[in-house]
């Protein structure tokens, strides 16, 4: 089925085509939304015209664009459909980004271009309805080279798999896609974020996967551990306000022995002192910060 050849439903056969009153010269559409395929088609030349010809923000300019946009949005429904097993929660976004194409398509269309405006916007649309995939489809962001290496990947697994009657190895994907081994090994790493397990999710109801309290361990409770470095954060607080009571000269060398790592004999070369000066300038200023956060506990 072509997108010029859309079906007609019964419900929609009759036109909802008020003969009067008009709208800047247009005829008044009762409820646009109700308008037949076919109907919408013939309409939409008329307001198309009309539309060229109509000063932008105006009433009418405003009832034509409107009216466009509602009778062809059987086009959206049209294209959307193709997602349907995406789920009824996708669904409504996937119309929404779709009539966002047609409204792109309505502002660019062009009468003397002499195409069907349904030809020229389902192009649009589904354009829209893809971008949306792309964008929200991968559970972490990837660069899109690697979301579209993901797809020729999965293509040449199924191929080869069917051919060797086992799974390919990354050699032989490479030499089938024509990549570098290192190019297969960055793109199936990428695919791992395409989707991602809750941390809730639940192990095997088993007794080796049972809690202490009898429930069923997640996936938290056995992957997760403390990480060590959480209780640095209450230290680096504490050290904040008491670096800020440092002279220049004190900063500078905390500065280059523990953020450049420089030596001592290195930081004497760059500040022109004697390394001995420098040791004892760093273990006074050590001293002072190490009872300054005794003193805060």
């Not at 220049?248 to 420089?262: A, S």
């Not at 273990?283 to 005794?294: D, E, I, N, P, V």
Request: hydrophobic share 40%; net charge negative.
């Amino acid at each position: 089925m072509t997108a010029t050849s859309l079906p007609v439903r019964p419900a929609e056969a009759a036109s909802s085509v008020v003969p009067c009153p008009t709208v800047g010269e247009l005829p008044s559409i009762e409820n646009p939304l109700k308008v037949a395929p076919k109907d919408a088609r013939d309409l939409s030349k008329v307001f198309f015209d009309r539309l060229q010809v109509l000063e932008e923000g105006t009433h009418a300019y405003q009832y034509a664009r409107n009216t466009l946009i509602e009778m062809n949005l059987s086009l959206v429904h049209y294209a959307a459909a193709r997602f349907r097993n995406r789920g009824s929660g996708a669904m409504e976004d996937i119309v929404q980004v779709g009539t966002v194409g047609l409204i792109k398509a309505i502002d660019r269309f062009d009468l003397s271009r002499e195409v069907e405006f349904t030809s020229f916007a389902i192009p649009y649309i589904v354009g829209e309805m893809k971008r949306f995939f792309r964008d929200t489809s991968w559970s972490v962001h990837v660069p899109r080279r690697l979301q579209e290496l993901r797809v020729d990947l999965a293509k040449a697994q199924d191929s080869l798999s069917v051919d060797l009657n086992r799974r390919p190895t990354v050699a032989e994907l490479a030499a089938h896609l024509r990549l570098s081994e290192e190019e297969v090994i960055e793109g199936l790493i990428a695919s791992n974020g395409y989707t991602a397990g809750s941390l809730d999710l639940p192990q095997d109801n088993n007794d080796q996967h049972q809690g202490p309290s009898g429930r069923t361990r997640s996936l938290a409770d056995v992957v997760g551990a403390c990480d060590p470095a959480m209780e640095l954060i209450e230290d680096f607080q504490a050290l904040a306000p008491l670096l800020a009571t440092l002279d220049d000269r004190d900063r500078t060398i905390l500065t280059l022995r523990f953020g450049q790592e420089m030596t001592q004999s290195q930081i004497a070369d760059e500040l022109g002192i004697s390394q001995m000066h420098v040791s004892r300038l760093l273990s006074r200023t050590l001293t002072k910060l190490r009872k300054g956060m005794l003193a805060q506990d």
